[in-house]
């Protein structure tokens, strides 16, 4: 009997985990990693980051606070970036961190937040310029929701798109200053995800106005199309960049299967059969396998913000410290680029 109960442990239990530990090990193994030893001098220097107060973006402040930078934080819910900010000041005491209001999903509050930076930080006030802007905030509303921002677009476009680009083009002449020299240029770092692969624009109605709505049955359809947004923007803007030849540069990245606030905040909102299978079964296992930790989920976002091995380089996308290339993921049209970009500008009225 005692041996018939060891066999089955052996076999149910200690054995796949022990096959999930190897593969987990060797999804580790394949990673890039961050190298500390070839990044650009952030000391003193001027960020932002959306979406500061947790997740990724509370690991990425933390990391340039660590490097001796000036950190705006540019969050929505101001009590909890403070919190933030307390429980980052207990592991370092290095660089700076500012607070700022910052609510994605109203055009006037980002106009706002860019006119105060201005004011404070910008101008005669800060010849240096503006040297990294990240755009990391995002939400996932739950499994066919649609909301909708008081500028009328759908909510998750708006915020993870529209509004970053609004953001990004009323910084720019700040983060063109920073840019002074060809070996340290100024950039621009935008959050995406694996999800674009499913998203699918449709020109002539993005906020599903008149398209009946079908979604999809694991990624959000709204949630896809923002990230394909996302690094739409991404091409289109280091094109202009160039364009104008200024030593700005701008890069997209995918920071993997991370374990935030932006999956667990909709799940009672989702089917109760949805969310089992979703999050106690495909997520579990994804999680076990490939899942990082906010700081390991940061890294990418550090590469593309830091590391020297990317001064000449701009437009191109990144996971795992590395450059994600055309035959791993699907290739961007860069005619849906200029097009989004000329679109964008009518809806936030930058033209």
């Known amino acids: 009997m005692l041996s018939w109960l060891w066999s089955t442990l052996i076999y149910l239990i200690l054995l796949p985990a022990l096959v999930l530990f190897g593969v987990r090990v060797l999804i580790k193994k394949r990673r890039g990693k961050l190298d500390l030893t070839n990044e650009v001098d952030i000391q003193g220097k001027t960020v932002i980051v959306t979406g500061a ?93 649609r909301k909708v921002t008081e500028d009328g677009f759908e909510e998750t476009f708006g915020v993870n798109h529209l509004a970053h680009f609004l953001l990004t083009n009323l910084l720019l002449p700040e983060i063109e200053k920073a840019g002074s020299t060809t070996s340290n240029p ?23 106005h008149k398209t009946p709505f079908v979604d999809f049955r694991l990624f959000s359809k709204f949630y896809a199309n923002s990230k394909l947004a996302n690094n739409l923007f991404n091409l289109e803007l280091a094109k202009r960049l160039r364009a104008k030849k ?3 540069n701008s890069y997209a990245l995918c920071p993997g299967t991370v374990v935030t606030n932006i999956l667990t905040e909709f799940r009672n909102e989702m089917p109760r059969d949805l969310y089992w299978l979703v999050f106690h079964v495909v997520g579990l296992l994804f999680i076990t396998l490939s899942g990082k930790t906010a700081k390991e989920g940061a890294e990418t976002t550090m590469y593309c913000s830091l590391s020297k091995y990317l001064t000449h380089h701009s437009g191109e996308m990144y996971r795992n410290c ?24 009518k809806l936030v009225k930058l033209k």
Not at 86 to 108: A, C
Not at 196 to 207: E, I, P, T, W, Y
């Open 53 to 145: 107060s947790d997740g990724v973006g509370k690991a990425t402040a933390e990391e340039f606070a660590l490097r001796g930078a000036r950190v705006i934080m540019a969050c929505r819910n101001l009590q909890k970036a403070e919190k933030c900010v307390q429980e980052i000041r207990q592991r370092t005491s290095n660089g700076e961190l500012i607070v700022m209001e910052l609510d994605l999903s109203k055009l006037s509050s980002v106009r706002k937040f860019a006119s105060e930076f201005l004011l404070k930080y910008g101008g005669a006030s800060n010849p240096a310029g503006l040297s990294i802007l990240v755009n990391n905030a995002g939400i996932f509303n739950p499994y066919g929701v």
């Open 186 to 208: 100024g950039r621009i770092v935008t959050l995406s995800s694996l999800a674009h692969a499913s998203g699918q624009l449709n020109f002539d109605d993005l906020m599903f």
């Open 246 to 248: 200024v030593n700005v």
């Open 322 to 345: 590395e450059f994600w290339d055309y035959s791993k993921r699907p290739k961007l049209s860069e005619e849906d680029a200029a097009r989004l970009w000329e679109i964008s500008e």
